[in-house]
């Protein structure tokens, strides 16, 4: 199943769902006090591999408590997937402890990748945009 990390993340990942014919759900969250909280996971992951979908990791915090919501709630395997992935330190702390098993990002940004102790891919974008220039110039 894919799940929106928050409500921001839902036109994406309803995308994705789509394009891979997966269930699609998503967290409602509230912020406050430098803290994040998942209010409500609408889609069923119980016993399920959940692809956990956002933009971008600014913090890491969206993902730790949207990926506990998801574990609590019964999923077997959480692998986030990001456009824009690890660019500061601090993320990897709040993400150490999450139960996310790996995470696919793009290289839209510098990437940090020393200190993240879980699987990480990083996707580049270079022969999507070559593609499409060549279909736009050529």
Known sequence: ICVAADEGAIKRTQSFANALAMPFGFCRKIRGNNQIKILELVGNVAQKSVLLMDDKIDSGKTLQAASTYLHQNGTRNIVCAVTHGITRQEVFSNLATSPIAGLIETNTLPIL????????????????LAQKLKELLF
């Open 113 to 128: 990748e020393n200190g993240f102790d879980k699987d990480l891919n990083i996707v580049s974008v270079a022969p999507l």
